[in-house]
């Protein structure tokens, strides 16, 4: 009788333990697809902060052209 008594208790103990095991791995599965979602937004707020930045370069470079176009025509009108 005693046996099966400690039977019984050994069996509450790894119950126990494995129930700790599937919460741990749980844990870690719910940590790395955090961190995944994490990395992606991060990398996806860095493409836009890009894509803003070469069309800002851009129309900086667009005015700059016009700037100069204008100088040019006023200096050929000018001088004529």
Do not use: G
């Not at 046996?3 to 919460?23: D, G, P, S, T």
């Not at 996806?44 to 204008?70: E, G, P, R, S, T």
């Amino acid at each position: 009788m005693k046996i099966l008594n400690r039977a019984v208790e050994l069996k509450k103990y790894v119950a126990i333990v494995v129930v700790i095991v599937v919460i741990a791995a749980a844990a870690v599965i719910v940590v790395v697809v955090v961190v995944i979602v994490v990395v992606v937004v991060v990398v996806v707020v860095v493409a836009v902060v890009v894509v803003v930045v070469v069309a800002v370069a851009a129309a900086a470079a667009a005015v700059v052209v016009v700037v100069v176009l204008v100088v040019v025509v006023v200096v050929v009108v000018v001088v004529e």
